[in-house]
């Protein structure tokens, strides 16, 4: 829509509060490591490589097939974006943006035939840290698995 960026899930005032990280497992023609998602530009932009399996296993309680998805998907909440406008009512639309953004995640894994699996159970700081969050203003409150489903591997 010219200028303005449009997004496939909506927003309650269109203030976007999420960010968006991918660790990279193992993905064809893409470097392992660590990206934020640019919404603006639809691109990744490479925060730093390395293999984060290990690390992003840990994070998640160590839930192995978080480590061994071709990338887990995490999902960010800078929550001044929509409280400085709805106050604390605006917590909830925080999360419910996450959950629309959810379903499309998993919509579109479904659409490219493989598997995804949403996770609420990490640690907090371990996963902040590793994403170089702070924890305060941005803070992860979400994570997806995506990859080959289990029987697919190779």
């Known amino acids: 829509m010219g200028s303005f960026p449009l997004r496939a899930a909506p927003s309650a005032g269109?203030?976007?509060p999420i960010e968006l990280y991918v660790v990279v497992n193992n993905v064809r023609d893409l470097q392992q490591g660590l990206y934020h998602y640019s919404s603006r530009r639809h691109a990744l932009d490479l925060v730093k490589t390395d293999d984060?399996?290990?690390r992003i296993t840990r994070c998640c309680l160590y839930q192995d097939f978080v480590g061994q998805a071709a990338v887990a998907l995490v999902m960010t909440?800078?929550?001044?974006?929509t409280t400085d406008r709805y106050g604390q009512r605006g917590n909830r639309?925080?999360?419910m943006e996450a959950g629309h953004i959810s379903q499309n995640?998993?919509?579109q894994a479904a659409s490219l035939g493989l598997g995804?699996?949403?996770v609420g159970a990490f640690?907090?700081?371990k996963l902040n840290t590793l994403l170089g969050v702070d924890g305060q203003e941005e803070m992860a409150i979400y994570v997806h698995a995506v990859g080959?489903?289990?029987g697919e591997l190779e």
């Open 52 to 54: 984060y399996r290990a």
């Open 148 to 150: 080959k489903r289990a």
């Open 105 to 107: 995640i998993y919509l």
């Open 14 to 16: 269109a203030l976007y």
């Open 123 to 125: 640690n907090d700081e």
């Open 116 to 118: 995804s699996v949403a």
């Open 93 to 95: 639309y925080v999360y």
């Open 77 to 81: 909440a800078i929550f001044h974006r």
